[in-house]
Nanobody, 125 residues
Framework: VQLQASGGGLVQAGGSLRLSCVAS??????????MAWFRQAPGREREFVGT????????EVADSVKGRFTISRDMAKNTMYLQMNALKPEDTAVYFC?????????????????WGQGTLVTVSS
């Protein structure tokens, strides 16, 4: 599966952005994949942001973004979203979407089988 992330940009602290990740597979195939967002800031390791189960019924987000970020997916559009509110300068990073054909979730970068190219989010103070 090929993944295309978009929606990054420059935003002031306290602002919002919505990232999208489109999967280039058939609708029935997309429904067999768990999806996730990771991010990587300069000089730091890639870190988990959030994940959503194949059905969309179960989601998990990192403690650092809990209450501010929401992950979801639209089966009809083969798309996963990351709604980011109350952004902080420490949220600045390249955000990557990932996928794995599994009935579970993707909690670590090593679990993912497919990666998108990344989209840059910059939060100014």
């Amino acid at each position: 599966v090929q993944l295309q992330a978009s929606g990054g940009g420059l935003v002031q602290a306290g602002g919002s952005l919505r990232l999208s990740c489109v999967a280039s597979v058939s609708g029935s195939t997309f429904s067999t994949y768990a999806m996730a967002w990771f991010r990587q800031a300069p000089g730091r390791e890639r870190e988990f942001v959030g994940t959503v189960k194949w059905s969309g019924s179960v989601t998990e987000v990192a403690d650092s973004v809990k209450g501010r970020f929401t992950i979801s997916r639209d089966m009809a559009k083969n798309t996963m979203y990351l709604q980011m509110n109350a952004l902080k300068p420490e949220d600045t990073a390249v955000y990557f979407c990932a996928a794995k054909r599994t009935t579970g979730l993707i909690m670590t970068a090593s679990e993912a089988d497919n990666w998108g190219q990344g989209t840059l989010v910059t939060v100014s103070s």
